[in-house]
C-alpha cells in the first residue's frame, strides 16, 4: 500500500508517516496543495491523507482537482477547523473521510484501515475484458468454456491489468503493488509472472493479449483476428 501524506506541519506530517509504517504502508509527504496535486495525479496511490489549510492550493481545491481529473484515490482530510460546513464542503470536493485535529491514533489508523479496504470493494467481483473474466473470490481466470485458478501473484497481477485496461501500468508499480515496497523483486520477476500469464491467455484461447511496451511496461489488448478482405 503506498499512502501519499499532504501535511505542511512538518512533526505532524512525520508523525503520520510513522503511523503510516506501522500499518507496513509506503508514504510520501509533501507540504504544499501543489505538490500535492502532482504527487496525487500520479494516480499510483492507496490513500491521501489531506490537510485543508495549506500554502498555495488548499486542500478542497487538490481534492477537487484530483477528482476533476478521474483519480479516485480514497482521501482522507484533516484539518483543524471543526466547522459542519468545512466537513460538507470537504465531501462535497470528493474526500470520502474527514477527520478534525487533534486527532487520536487509534481512530485515525482504523479509518485508514476502513478506506483502504473499501477501495477494493468498489471493485465488481467479477472483471472482465473482452472474452476474458476474472473472478475476484475464486481467482478463476475464465475464456468461454475454458478456465484455470491463478496463483496469488498472478492473479495480482492480471487484477491489476484488468483494472488499469485502457493504460500502460509500469513494472515498477507492478512490483510496488504486488510485491510490496520493501521487497527484493526485481523486473525480472515480474517479467516471469508476465509469460506465466501469457501461457495462461494463450491455453484459454482468449483474444486478450498481454503487450509490452518497453521500458514503460505492459497493458492488455485485444488482438483482432485478420479481417477478411472483402470483395
Ligand atoms: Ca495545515
Not at 145 to 169: A, C, H, P, T
Request: one cysteine or more.
Amino acid at each position: 500500500m503506498r499512502v501519499l501524506i499532504i501535511e505542511d506541519e512538518v512533526r505532524l506530517a512525520e508523525t503520520l508517516r510513522q503511523l503510516m509504517k506501522e500499518l507496513l504502508y509506503q508514504a510520501d509527504v509533501v507540504h504544499n496543495g501543489q505538490d500535492g496535486l502532482d504527487y496525487g495525479l500520479a494516480g499510483q496511490y492507496d490513500l491521501i491523507l489531506l490537510d485543508v489549510m495549506l500554502p498555495g492550493l488548499d486542500g478542497f481545491q487538490v481534492a477537487r482537482q484530483l477528482r476533476a481529473a478521474r483519480i479516485s484515490t480514497p482521501i482522507l482530510m484533516l484539518t483543524a477547523r471543526d466547522e459542519v460546513a468545512d466537513k460538507i464542503n470537504g465531501l462535497d470536493c470528493g474526500a470520502d473521510d474527514y477527520m478534525t485535529k487533534p486527532f487520536d491514533t487509534g481512530e485515525l489508523l482504523a479509518r485508514v484501515r476502513a478506506l483502504t479496504r473499501r477501495q477494493g470493494e468498489i471493485l465488481s467481483d467479477v472483471l472482465t475484458m473482452g472474452d476474458l473474466s476474472l473472478d475476484c473470490n475464486s481467482h478463476a481466470l475464465s475464456c468461454g468454456e475454458r478456465s484455470l485458478r491463478l496463483g496469488f501473484k498472478e492473479y495480482e497481477v492480471m487484477r491489476l491489468l484488468l483494472v488499469n485496461q485502457g493504460s500502460v501500468i509500469a513494472k515498477e508499480t507492478l512490483i510496488t503493488k504486488v510485491w510490496g515496497m520493501e521487497s527484493e523483486a526485481e523486473d525480472n520477476n515480474v517479467e516471469v509472472y508476465i509469460s506465466f500469464l501469457r501461457k495462461k491467455l494463450s491455453y484459454l484461447n482468449s483474444k486478450v493479449v498481454i503487450s509490452t511496451i518497453r521500458k514503460a511496461g505492459y497493458f492488455l489488448e485485444n488482438s483482432q483476428p485478420q479481417e477478411e478482405p472483402s470483395c
